[in-house]
């Protein structure tokens, strides 16, 4: 899957979400009626994504609350931490900052169960 594909599905989701949210505030909840959609949604990507690449794509979308806004919250932070080689001093590097940054963490780390271009 490239970034664009990955994207497009991402802003779908997000245009998606949003229609919903618009309506709830009308007075209409939906959220019964596309469950359904929802529940499939979540198994086609199971069907991309290795486990913990599910898992970083479900943190991304929904506790970071991506698919609110389609930005997220930003303080809600994932990190890797490394060490200096010299001085041994920790270095914490943000992961998954935006939406490029989840698809190049999943790509990096193998998560894709089909190949995918780099």
Avoid: R
């Avoid at 069907?47 to 991304?60: P, V």
């Avoid at 060490?83 to 935006?98: G, H, K, L, M, N």
């Amino acid at each position: 899957m490239t970034f664009e594909s990955f994207k497009q599905v991402t802003d779908l989701m997000v245009a998606s979400s949003a229609k919903i949210d618009k309506t709830y505030e009308v007075g209409i909840d939906l959220i019964e009626f596309v469950d359904d959609y929802n529940t499939t949604i979540h198994f086609l990507w199971s069907q991309l994504l290795t486990t913990d690449g599910l898992d970083w794509f479900n943190w991304f979308m929904y506790e970071k609350n991506y698919l609110c806004d389609g930005i997220g919250n930003p303080e809600l932070q994932a990190f890797h931490k490394t060490y200096d080689p010299v001085t041994s001093e920790p270095i914490e590097t943000e992961i998954v900052a935006d939406l490029k940054g989840l698809y190049d963490y999943l790509l990096e780390n193998n998560y894709f169960k089909c190949e995918s271009p780099k």
